[in-house]
C-alpha cells in the first residue's frame, strides 16, 4: 500500500519529531554531572517520557486518518464500502472530510473520535 493510500500525514509527523528533537534538547543543555546523581528510572522517564509520547501522537494522527478507521463506527460502513469502489479509492477520508488548517484537522479528528 502506497504512502498516499495510508494517509501518511508528513506533516504531523515533522510536529511529533521536532517534539521529539525538541525535549531532547532541553535534556541535552542539562548537567549531566547532576543527572548522573539522579537515579536511573528518573533520568529513563525523562527520556522515556517524551519519546512515549511523540510515538502516540504520530501513531494515532497515523491511525485515525485512515478511512480503515473512519469505517469503524457502525454508521459509516456503507460509505467505507463505496468509497472502497469508487474512482477516488486513493484519496483518504481527511482529504475532503476536513477544512484546511491545523485547527480544522484537529476538529475533524476530534468529531471522527
Excluded: Q
Excluded at 500500500?1 to 525538541?22: D, E, P, Q, S, Y
Aim: proline share 4%; hydrophobic share 40%.
Amino acid at each position: 500500500m502506497g504512502l498516499a493510500k495510508r494517509g501518511l500525514n508528513f506533516g504531523v509527523m515533522r510536529r511529533a519529531i521536532t517534539f521529539i528533537i525538541g525535549s531532547s534538547r532541553i535534556l541535552m543543555r542539562t548537567n549531566w554531572k547532576d543527572l548522573l546523581k539522579i537515579k536511573r528510572w528518573k533520568i529513563l522517564l525523562m527520556i522515556g517520557i517524551p519519546i512515549f509520547i511523540g510515538i502516540v501522537v504520530v501513531v494515532g494522527f497515523e491511525i485515525t486518518t485512515s478511512p480503515e478507521f473512519c469505517s469503524t463506527c457502525h454508521n459509516m460502513k456503507p460509505y467505507y464500502e463505496s468509497w472502497k469502489t469508487s474512482s477516488h479509492n486513493e484519496v483518504n477520508c481527511i482529504k475532503c472530510h476536513a477544512e484546511p488548517g491545523m485547527g480544522a484537522y484537529l476538529k475533524t479528528k476530534a468529531n471522527g473520535l
